[in-house]
Each structure stands twice: as structure tokens, then as C-alpha cells.
């Protein structure tokens, strides 16, 4: 199994950022698929969560309407499209994948290496 991120970087306050999770070695399509990410020094943090076939969808309240999470199960891909990026955002941002609509970290079963966000002028 793999999970594997990419897209981050340097962006300044206010700017945009793609990131891509390339899936492989599990049934991708029978996975909720999630965003997940850590600042330093605190607890990993939900940011955003899609559904097998990509129906439902659920963001933290911090980032609604400035982040938007898809799939592709054709690609086996994952994406989380973030706009007027603010420095709270700055973090390690992980992939992960889960059977069910996860309420914890505990609760994914597979994980990404992770790819740092950085928003700062």
C-alpha cells in the first residue's frame, strides 16, 4: 500500500496550492480518503474528507470555502485544492485512507509520508 503526496511548498498569504495523493495497492474506490495535517507542536488536525465515489464531502470549519477536496478513481488520485491561503495553514499535510466515514486519526488504516505547507511572505 501506498499513499503518496505531492504539491506543497512556499505560497504567500493569500495564494493557492494543488495537492495530489497518488493511491496504490488498495481497493482506492472503496476508501473514504481524507486530508489531514499537523503544525508544529500541535495534534494532527482533520482538514477535509471524501466519500468512495466522491457524493459527500466534509471540511473543518476553518477552511470552508477555501478548500475543496476531490478524487479521481480512474487515477486513483486524491486532491485538495486550497485558495486565500492564511499562515494558520502552514502545516505537514498528510493523505490517509479509511473504510468508513473516520471520526479520529486512529481510525485510517493507511497513511501518506506527508508534504509541507508553507504560507509566508
Known amino acids: 500500500v501506498q499513499l503518496v503526496e505531492s504539491g506543497g511548498g512556499l505560497v504567500q498569504p493569500g495564494g493557492s496550492l494543488r495537492l495530489s495523493c497518488a493511491a496504490s495497492?488498495?481497493?482506492?474506490?472503496?476508501?473514504?480518503m481524507a486530508w489531514v495535517r499537523q503544525a508544529p507542536g500541535k495534534e494532527r488536525e482533520f482538514v477535509a474528507r471524501?466519500?468512495?465515489?466522491?457524493?459527500?464531502?466534509d471540511y473543518t470549519d476553518s477552511v470552508k470555502g477555501r478548500i475543496t477536496i476531490s478524487r479521481d478513481n480512474a487515477k486513483n488520485m486524491v486532491y485538495l485544492q486550497m485558495n486565500s491561503l492564511k499562515s494558520e495553514d502552514t502545516a505537514v499535510y498528510y493523505c490517509?485512507?479509511?473504510?468508513?466515514?473516520?471520526?479520529?486519526?486512529?481510525?485510517?488504516?493507511?497513511w501518506g509520508q506527508g508534504t509541507q505547507v508553507t504560507v509566508s511572505s
Open positions: 495497492g488498495f481497493t482506492f474506490s472503496s476508501y473514504w
Open positions: 490517509a485512507a479509511s473504510r468508513d466515514r473516520a471520526a479520529t486519526p486512529n481510525e485510517y488504516a493507511y
Open positions: 471524501i466519500s468512495w465515489r466522491g457524493a459527500m464531502t
